[in-house]
């Protein structure tokens, strides 16, 4: 898909006013990000899921500001349309604005992102997003399950299923839009609470595990393309099964290597005939 205009925060507002669904999904290396851009995905999220997928720990807690600016950096070189947002990772916002501002300033900086992202709606979290959205930094907000709080949340649970929940999740994300967040990911939240938020906030609202009724949609990408296959959760679509097709194919060139079939003539490189009976001339001679 062919679409040469980069995204930027108006166009995802000019979105979200048509109708027009935005497309999201996680990239954490320059390659994967380059096939997402080219597929005319318009939100890349360089995701603290990296810590999970990327780098085989067990929550997202332990990737660190320099790990995620590693791969931030990779995933900007790969993309020239898309809006690359960076996952602000645990403790590197919470502790007070300044830490935030700090760190929030450097994925821009040396990453090249284009926006961050933060988890919550807790009076410093909107204090923060003030701050940087006026010193023209974007940043999106994310409510419901928030993985960096997974221990506090009692695990991977759905978000704002009773009347209560809903209630504080609608203000929540009114909180952050007055903040002046440019968009607001809704994890794991039943689809009617995703619907009156999306109806009532003027940003978009990106959903995941939240139903059809968000402005947009994200998952991670290892999941749709079934390459993370620790765990699938419910709210997942596999539109490929890459783990398969990997493993079968590393099958394939390791039975290769072991009969000698691999590499051919054609994946090697000759010799001129003229210089190789000369270099066998002189390795004899020289005996
Ligand atoms: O880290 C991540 O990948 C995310 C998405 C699941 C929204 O936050």
Redesign the pocket.
């Known amino acids: 898909m062919i679409m040469s205009k980069s995204v930027s925060i108006l166009t995802l507002q000019k979105y979200k006013h048509e109708g027009r669904k935005i497309v999201a999904l996680?990239a954490y290396d320059y390659s994967t990000a380059k096939t997402l851009d080219q597929a005319g995905v318009d939100i890349i999220?360089v995701?603290?899921?990296?810590a999970m997928v990327a780098l085989g720990h067990k929550t997202?807690h332990a990737v660190t500001v320099d790990e995620m600016l590693h791969h931030t950096k990779a995933v900007t070189r790969g993309a020239t349309r898309a809006l690359v947002v960076a996952?602000l990772p645990f403790m590197s916002y919470q502790v007070d604005v300044t830490q935030a501002i700090i760190n929030a300033g450097r994925f821009i900086k040396e990453a090249q992102a284009h926006a961050v992202?933060l988890e919550g709606a807790t009076p410093l979290n909107l204090e923060i997003i003030e701050r940087l959205s006026g010193m023209g930094i974007p940043v999106m907000g994310?409510l419901g399950f928030t993985?960096q709080s997974i221990f506090g949340l009692g695990g991977t649970r759905v978000q704002g299923r009773n009347a209560d929940e809903a209630r504080k999740l609608i203000a929540d994300a009114e909180k952050l839009q007055k903040a002046g967040v440019f968009s607001v990911?809704l994890?794991m939240v039943p689809s009617v609470v995703s619907k009156i938020i999306s109806e009532r906030l003027h940003v978009p609202t990106?959903g995941?595990g939240a139903g059809n009724n968000c402005d947009g949609q994200?998952?991670?990408t290892d999941d749709l393309l079934g390459k993370y296959t620790d765990f699938q959760p419910r709210f997942v679509r596999r539109f490929a099964d890459l783990a398969t097709i990997c493993q079968e194919a590393i099958e394939e060139y390791a039975q290769a290597v072991m009969a000698s079939e691999f590499p051919n003539a054609q994946e090697s490189f000759a010799l001129d005939k003229e210089e190789e009976t000369e270099l066998m001339r002189t390795l004899v001679e020289a005996k």
């Not at 995701?47 to 990296?50: A, F, I, P, Q």
């Open positions: 996680t999220l995701g603290d899921s990296l997202t996952d992202k994310h993985p990911v994890e990106i995941i994200i998952l991670v």
